[in-house]
T-cell receptor, first 113, second 116 residues
Framework: GESVGLHLPTLSVQEGDNSIINCAYS??????FIWYKQESGKGPQFIID?????DKRQGQRVTVLLNKTVKHLSLQIAATQPGDSAVYFC????????????FGSGTRLQVQP | DTGVSQDPRHKITKRGQNVTFRCDPI?????LYWYRQTLGQGPEFLTY????????KSRLLSDRFSAERPKGSFSTLEIQRTEQGDSAMYLC??????????????FGPGTRLLVL
């Protein structure tokens, strides 16, 4: 399949290491944030979300941190596996009604076996 | 598989032709979105439906683009007089409602359009 994100920043990690992917969001009024994983030729896959009234949320092997002061979001992946290799996007939204997502530019994660 | 399906998965057309894409959201989801994604970029919002009502259209949605959701279930996106700049992945997403996990948008696999 075709590649997603040919010229994206790339994070290369060894299998088993922890990965940290960062994102700067643009709108201080955004109140809901989501991390998506996108593999080549596929649509974005939901990983984890967080609301603006929280600063940390944990899922299975993933943690999202939110720093509203500097408008920064990070995704931590524990014990990174080859299947985690993909492009990761953060998305933000406000307005409870429509909730159209604004996506960041994405980071390519490459996991070396 | 998120439960959102799109058809076709790939479409090659000549400049000036019309194309139509279909999205079937998760069955209980009444909110539906179309996004466009070009290589190296994140998806960009095009339009939003709540049930059958189209409530918002992005400025990216030129007059050549039209979207419908006639019965509040599946949706179609039509592009008339396609241009090479329309080449992109067209993504559909749906969500269940407002509040908590109901607000998560789930994406389909996309339709990759190539205009020659």
């Amino acid at each position: 399949g075709e590649s997603v994100g040919l010229h994206l920043p790339t994070l290369s990690v060894q299998e088993g290491d922890n990965s940290i992917i960062n994102c700067a969001y643009s709108n201080s009024a955004s109140d809901y944030f989501i991390w998506y994983k996108q593999e080549s030729g596929k649509g974005p896959q939901f990983i984890i979300d967080i609301r603006s009234n929280m600063d940390k949320r944990q899922g299975q092997r993933v943690t999202v941190l939110l720093n509203k002061t500097v408008k920064h979001l990070s995704l931590q992946i524990a014990a990174t596996q080859p299947g985690d290799s993909a492009v990761y996007f953060c998305a933000e939204t406000r307005d409870t009604g429509r909730r159209a997502l604004t996506f960041g530019s994405g980071t390519r994660l490459q996991v070396q076996p | 598989d998120t439960g959102v399906s799109q058809d076709p998965r790939h479409k090659i057309t000549k400049r000036g032709q019309n194309v139509t894409f279909r999205c079937d959201p998760i069955s209980e989801h009444n909110r539906l979105y179309w996004y466009r994604q070009t290589l190296g970029q994140g998806p960009e919002f095009l339009t939003y439906f709540q049930n059958e009502a189209q409530l918002e259209k992005s400025r990216l949605l030129s007059d050549r683009f039209s979207a419908e959701r006639p019965k509040g279930s599946f949706s179609t996106l039509e592009i008339q007089r396609t241009e090479q700049g329309d080449s992109a992945m067209y993504l559909c997403a749906s969500r269940a409602g407002t509040g908590g996990s109901l607000e998560t948008q789930y994406f389909g696999p996309g339709t990759r359009l190539l205009v020659l």
